[in-house]
């Protein structure tokens, strides 16, 4: 790719673009840039003490300093303790506006806006790094308005959360509110980025003659790994998202006639999406026995919360191919008694002995790139319509099985006033139509 920002303006194009920095020198140079072509405004975050450290290292400090001088406003969202509020302080001593903020999130990224017209997000690919080009992954530029706009209101939201956040720093309620928030302006941007990155592989495939085996694959595989931590992102986001309406009562159902079937193939070719060309030694396999002779041989259909239902699924789904490193990943689904159960059956390394006591309790994980919200958050949902949920090893001593049961009796005409469904741990959910 040839540069697109020079050292004295916005770009040499005029089109809206969407671009992948793969190299460490390229992202530290156009960052560089970025701050230094600021007109009005700049908006930064510092995602962790060691990012501070790190920007002062290749002189991005010195660099806002100056852009003060030249009058630009600038606000900087960082995270901070003892260590680094004496190099905050000199930030704020020059006129630079800056907030503390925790960051509950796993991905860390730093997030640069100038003038409300172009983005930098870099990855921290290992935040323990000392250096810059050490610790960062891939960066991605864009001057979308689709993109850099949402961003924008990510951080003004985050920043209005912040005057709640500094006067009472250890109420849960201000915490609570502001995960709320952050879940949900968070994953404004993110369908952009992977939309972007999508249209870019489409590109590589089209010009893979011309690029060469080498070029293409380094190519190919950088914008993978755009779509993978945007994916990911997208699920922790919907997932902290959820935990919060739980834990405030605020959990509901929207009823829908959903084809159960449908349903589990939408998310098959999702997960099949996510994991292109990472697992070629896993297959996934689906045994459905729900066009009964009852139902016409059409799919079976339920009232139940279809989005909700589905992220049930993915959750599952995803746990059973993350775990299991070759062989198979059966799905089945069935209706029985009134009832449609799926279960998801793997053969991996099987559920910890750790882990199976508190299974469904918040972040429950040994996994390394887990956050132990999924099964939690699929209990509730699973309940919330009245079925169960179950997760043991399998008797071959070959991975799990995960089976949910929903009630195909649940019908909108019964819920002329709200169902109420009291959890475990006392948060209340409700069901309408």
């Known amino acids: 790719m040839s540069s697109f920002l020079g050292e004295t303006g916005f770009g040499v194009s005029q089109h809206e673009s969407i671009q992948v920095l793969s190299t460490p020198d390229r992202v530290r140079r156009q960052y560089i840039s970025l701050v230094r072509v600021a007109r009005s405004e700049i908006l930064l975050t510092f995602p962790t003490v060691n990012t501070i450290h790190r920007e002062r290292d290749i002189g991005i400090v010195d660099e806002l300093k100056k852009a003060v001088k030249r009058g630009v406003q600038i606000r900087i969202l960082s995270a901070e303790d003892d260590f680094t509020k004496s190099k905050l302080d000199e930030?704020?001593?020059?006129?630079?506006?800056?907030?503390?903020?925790e960051t509950p999130t796993e991905t860390k990224f730093n997030m640069l806006i100038v003038d409300k017209k172009v983005l930098l997000v870099v990855e921290t690919k290992d935040d323990s790094k000392g250096t810059f080009s050490q610790a960062i992954g891939l960066a991605v530029y864009s001057n979308s308005k689709a993109t850099v706009v949402p961003c924008a209101s990510i951080f003004e939201s985050l920043w209005r959360e912040t005057d709640l956040y500094e006067r009472s720093r250890d109420a849960e309620r201000i915490k609570e509110e502001f995960v709320n928030i952050a879940a949900h302006?968070?994953?404004?941007?993110?369908?952009?980025?992977?939309?972007?990155?999508?249209?870019?592989?489409q590109g590589l495939m089209k010009q893979k003659d011309k690029l060469g085996k080498e070029d293409f694959e380094e190519l190919f595989s950088s914008t993978s790994m755009v779509m993978r931590n945007a994916s990911r992102l997208m699920k922790l986001s919907e997932d902290i998202l959820q935990?919060?309406?739980?834990?405030?009562?605020?959990?509901?159902?929207?009823?829908e006639e959903v084809e159960i079937e449908k349903l589990v193939r939408t998310v098959i070719a999702?997960?099949?999406?996510?994991?292109?060309?990472?697992?070629?030694?896993l297959r996934i396999?689906?045994?459905s026995?729900?066009?009964?002779?009852?139902?016409?041989?059409?799919?079976?259909?339920?009232?139940?919360?279809g989005p909700k239902m589905g992220q049930t699924l993915y959750n599952l789904l995803d746990n059973a191919v993350k775990f299991t490193e070759?062989?198979?990943?059966?799905?089945?689904?069935?209706?029985?008694?009134?009832?449609?159960?799926?279960?998801?059956?793997?053969?991996?390394?099987?559920?910890?002995s750790e882990i199976m006591k508190r299974l469904y309790e918040k972040f429950a994980t040994k996994s390394d790139g887990g956050t132990?919200?999924?099964?939690?958050?699929?209990?509730?949902?699973?309940?919330?319509?009245?079925?169960?949920?179950?997760?043991?090893?399998?008797?071959?001593?070959?991975?799990?099985?995960?089976?949910?049961?929903?009630?195909?009796?649940?019908?909108?005409?019964?819920?002329?006033?709200?169902?109420?469904?009291?959890?475990e741990d006392g948060a209340r959910t409700t069901a309408s139509q």
């Open 91 to 101: 930030l704020r001593a020059s006129g630079i506006v800056v907030r503390r903020i």
């Open 185 to 201: 302006e968070l994953r404004n941007p993110i369908m952009p980025i992977l939309t972007g990155a999508d249209l870019i592989q």
């Open 243 to 255: 935990v919060s309406r739980i834990e405030s009562g605020v959990f509901s159902l929207n009823l």
């Open 270 to 281: 999702d997960i099949e999406k996510k994991y292109l060309g990472e697992r070629d030694n």
């Open 285 to 287: 396999l689906f045994d």
């Open 289 to 305: 026995e729900l066009r009964t002779a009852s139902s016409g041989g059409n799919d079976v259909r339920v009232y139940c919360d």
């Open 326 to 352: 070759s062989g198979e990943v059966l799905i089945s689904a069935s209706i029985y008694n009134d009832e449609v159960k799926v279960q998801v059956q793997d053969s991996g390394k099987g559920i910890d």
């Open 372 to 423: 132990g919200l999924g099964l939690f958050v699929s209990k509730k949902i699973v309940e919330a319509h009245g079925g169960t949920i179950t997760g043991k090893n399998n008797d071959d001593g070959r991975g799990a099985t995960f089976t949910f049961t929903i009630p195909t009796d649940i019908h909108p005409e019964i819920l002329e006033e709200e169902i109420s469904f009291l959890t």
